[in-house]
């Protein structure tokens, strides 16, 4: 780490709650995690943030600087016209300023595709990586796991699979367990060689040749996903981004379903006070808030993605997972892996 | 209906369980749904057929048939080869019978590949269409959805993405609700036009040009699934494959997961207890048991396809399928409006 070790810059406009959403996020991170979180740079406009600041006595104000930036990037817009049009959003200056070394990494719930480009452009691809991707931790109750890529590519290519195994194994230990060497798994719909697409075939392939630099287990199917099978899931960012959703939308459904029932009568409202930690539980343990946050892995730098509908409790977990990151300094292993990787398939 | 009307043959030797299993769902069906129930064609090994019959004193022996078939097809097994060497396999001899018009429907838990490659081969696809779809009703708290493709074409063309919205739509006033003009959604990972793949983008241009046809409602995102959005969801088979597969995967090990929890101490066993109506009511609504079978649609015949891992419970909610498809007979308003979307697409 250089010149901004330890600062994270915050795009404070992005995402569907805009700043206030976001600055409370990052007051509660102060309050939940006063030693992980660092100083911070809230990049936005200055005077939307001053104003909401005021309401935040708890986030010790020293930590804190202000970026001005006068544009944002809306969810809906493209990133070619925005990397043109939107050079002062809060989005890029952050990112800028993270490509300057003037902090250590940034965060953002704004635009994936935004994101993706301009981290893409401002701080290029690692050496020996050819696309970015997004790696998000799936909470089950047997084992968290991490799915790899959850929309930063929608066609992922032989290749690329390849990379972001060795980029999701090394994710899996910093972010779930650094104790185990995590068991990949290529997702597909149907285990027997010579099933699924080309692309998944070939990568397949790849896989099995890259196996000791990596633990590969070999292909998977969706219902072995919550099975303690494997550790770290691969698919496209297309496949990836449509089943963190669902998977999302369904954990979230369930949960709602459960405790509509429970209220049926008053027979069960006593039940459900009297078991009431094993929803507790499934609170703490299953709430996607708590892995909200998605590393843009590959890049020259620490670049987090939070949902653009996170919740301020999603914000402030995804800040510390941003500030874990910095704190790691993994790129040499990253690096030297890569390119052994990319010397066996080749 | 002609020769074969209302009987229906079973691939007895398809699925992990093999003849046990499905005997015992055929048993189950009669049982739950004697009336719905018609006559039926047992497909398979028929000195296993006998053995595991006489186990079933309940099931009305006069409304059974057995057919031999000497082989059986593994899960493993790839299509172009069991289409050479397999002739008698007890899936291809259901399919034919259902070809030469001697029953009606076609039941099977075997291998999704084979039953697509014989069921096209054999009976062919409808007129204009041009690849069979594999749909599949999920069950949600707010409103139960088709999901189609499941499985059957992992690589869908725009064009089969309008005729399966036609198929799709059809299907579902047939399984979940006749009184609804279903709408219809296009699953992509953001529903801003232009994003997504080619595919997609091409899908949604004919898709929008047929409204009318169907009640198109455009681009969706995986966390609109389980929100009451959408009627019909569609997707290429290899999303549709892993998200149904996830899907129930998930929604069984939450369920797993709150029960176990549910056992930790006393007061929450009591509370369970007091509870458990609550956790019925989840069973019924949202097990996917009762919407295992997926018809092959597109097809010139009833085919539905059960899970390889199917129960007994399922077996026997998948047959009761197969029998209410073989009543429905809307093949004459299913081919004139696919000949409609057709031209306006083209």
Known sequence: MSLGGGVVAIDVMGGDGGAPLVMGGVARAVELFPREIGR??????????????????????????????????????????????????????????????????????GNTGCLVASGTFKLRTMAGIDRPALASVIPSPDNHFVLIDVGANPSTSPLSFVQNAVMGSLYYKTAVNKNRNPRVGLLTIGTEEG?????????????????????????????????????????????????????????????????????????????AFLAGGAFRDMGKDLTADRYGGAPLLGLNGTVVKSHGSSSVEAVAYALLLTFRLVGVGNEHALSDSIGRVNSMVS
């Open 40 to 109: 911070l740079v809230l990049v936005g406009d200055k005077n939307e943030i001053a104003r909401h600041l005021v309401h935040y006595a708890r986030v010790a104000r020293e930590r804190i600087e202000i970026c001005h930036a006068s544009q944002s990037i809306d969810m809906g817009e493209k990133p070619m016209s925005a990397l043109r049009g939107k050079k002062d959003s809060s989005m890029f200056r952050a990112v800028g300023l993270l490509a300057d070394g003037k902090v250590a990494g940034v965060l953002s719930c």
């Open 195 to 271: 099933k699924g697409s080309e692309t998944i075939r070939e990568a397949h392939g790849m896989l099995k040749k890259i196996n000791g630099e990596i633990n590969y287990c070999g292909l998977i199917e969706g219902f072995q996903l919550f099975k303690d099978g494997v550790d770290v899931v691969l698919c496209d960012g297309f496949v990836g981004n449509i089943l963190l959703k669902t998977i999302e939308a369904l954990a979230g459904t369930i949960k709602n379903y459960v405790k509509a029932r429970m209220k049926k009568n008053l027979l069960r409202m006593l039940g």
